[in-house]
């Protein structure tokens, strides 16, 4: 067989499997379309049609899957084809099940903003080390724009990418024009290149090293410690320690008072569904797992026999790598990370995906406004947290809001800027057609 032989062979097994792929999606769309894999046996093809609902592929008394077998046979001449489905695990952690939904819910009238954050949000949920959304087309008029939404790790080319990335499509229709809809995953557990884990000695085999005692000869006649005498008439100051600020938060968090909100004028109420206070509830399990301290709460109380009720908890303990601290919970909980540099508290806000508001407590206003200007945040407060103004626009940066409302930069979501040039005289330019290429003027 000749070389040119071999690669036209490759080209149309390639091109057959892209059609194939083509007709059973838009087949099974529906029933959650995850991908195929083709496998080439002296048997015959072996087709596997991932899928988050295998009964709709199947259909009753395998009606449907029979008839998508035959037309594999007929439409696309692959001998002795056996389709075959299996049942997606985690339909958000695949890509391809993702993208469309996400064109699903645009068809259905979502916002891109509110469909691209939702997406992400989820698949990061679910448990992807990473996650690319990617909008392109006519998504608000008539022009074509394009708009990304990421989180975590990603990797856009190279072996990793290949390994690690999932990566499916989908196409929106709607009156403006077409939106296309492109998802990519880096599936949990990946690990990179660039992440280095140091393995214990016992670990790989090696014995504990030994602890040493150093003990010098006449330690035993240690000097007697200086004590310094107060001189008398000369009064000492009392030094008062000021308490912990995991201390302090404690102790408003046990203060909070809890209630119907109907019936009393509590500080906190119930939470607003089940579903979320069981997502609260892992939350906290979760950080337990990863190593934060719980300082208090953490459950739900007993004296409530109605309602969603979750006492107000509070982590210590916590590092920037943890859940709670890249992922909102939307639960009573304030996690507490300590850091020894502004720049530090700066970095850490910045590498975070969010950026509703942040505020910072200091008298020290040359370092407030660095923060200011450096924290990317739609909202920033200095010294006086969540004050807002009707005059002053609200929205986020990153995945936190859509757009903005209020102010003037409220009213331009609403608007549409428009050019307009007037000459009122009718008469020739220079410029215009037909014109000297040469001289660059009319002729």
Request: aromatic share 6%; glycine share 10%; proline share 5%.
């Amino acid at each position: 067989m000749s070389q040119n032989s071999t690669i036209r062979k490759f080209i149309d097994r390639n091109v057959e499997r892209l059609l194939v792929r083509e007709f059973l999606l838009s087949k099974t769309e529906k029933a959650g379309f995850g991908g195929l894999d083709f496998q080439r046996t002296p048997e015959g093809t072996k087709v596997t049609l991932s899928a988050e609902r295998v009964g709709m592929v199947i259909g009753r008394k395998g009606k449907i899957i029979n008839e998508l077998q035959r037309r594999l046979q007929s439409d696309f001449n692959i001998d002795n084809p056996r389709l075959e489905v299996a049942e997606i695990d985690n339909p958000a952690l695949n890509a391809q099940v993702m993208a469309s939904k996400l064109a699903s819910a645009l068809e259905r009238g979502w916002y891109f903003r509110r469909a691209g954050h939702s997406s992400l949000l989820n698949i990061m949920d679910a448990g992807a080390k990473g996650c690319l959304v990617v909008l392109s087309g006519k998504l608000t008029g008539s022009r074509n724009r394009t708009q990304k939404f990421q989180a975590g790790h990603i990797k856009y080319c190279g072996d990793t990418a290949i390994q690690f990335m999932d990566i499916g499509k989908a196409v929106c229709v709607k009156k403006l024009g077409t939106i296309g809809c492109t998802v990519a995953i880096m599936r949990p557990g990946s690990k990179l290149p660039h992440e280095i884990r140091i393995k214990e000695r016992h670990e790989v085999g090696l014995a504990p090293l030994a602890e040493v005692a150093i003990i010098k000869e006449g330690s035993e006649n240690l000097p007697e410690p200086i004590v310094e005498e107060v001189p008398e008439g000369e009064i000492m100051e009392e030094v008062i320690e000021e308490p912990d600020a995991e201390e302090a938060v404690v102790e408003e968090a046990k203060n909070v008072r809890w209630g119907d909100p109907m019936n009393a004028k509590p500080d906190m109420g119930p939470m607003v569904s089940l579903a979320q206070l069981e997502k609260t509830e892992a939350k906290v399990k979760q950080a337990t797992d990863e190593g934060a301290r719980l300082l208090c709460g953490g459950n739900r109380p007993r004296r409530f026999d109605r309602g969603y009720f979750f006492q107000p908890t509070v982590f210590d303990k916590v590092k920037s790598d943890m859940s709670m601290m890249n992922i909102e919970t939307f639960g009573p909980i304030i996690p507490i990370q300590k850091i020894k540099t502004l720049n530090e508290a700066i970095d850490l806000a910045n590498n975070s995906v969010y950026g509703l508001g942040c505020n910072i407590y200091t008298n020290d206003m040359e370092k407030a406004l660095t923060a200011a200007d450096d924290i990317k945040a739609g909202s920033f407060w200095i010294n006086d947290p969540l004050t807002d103004n009707e005059a002053a626009p609200f929205g986020g940066m990153k995945m936190s809001g859509g757009g903005r409302e209020l102010g003037i930069e409220g009213l331009d979501e609403f608007r549409e800027s428009k050019h307009i040039l007037i000459d009122y005289k009718i008469r020739e330019k220079d410029y215009w057609f037909p014109y000297n290429l040469e001289e660059g003027r009319k002729t």
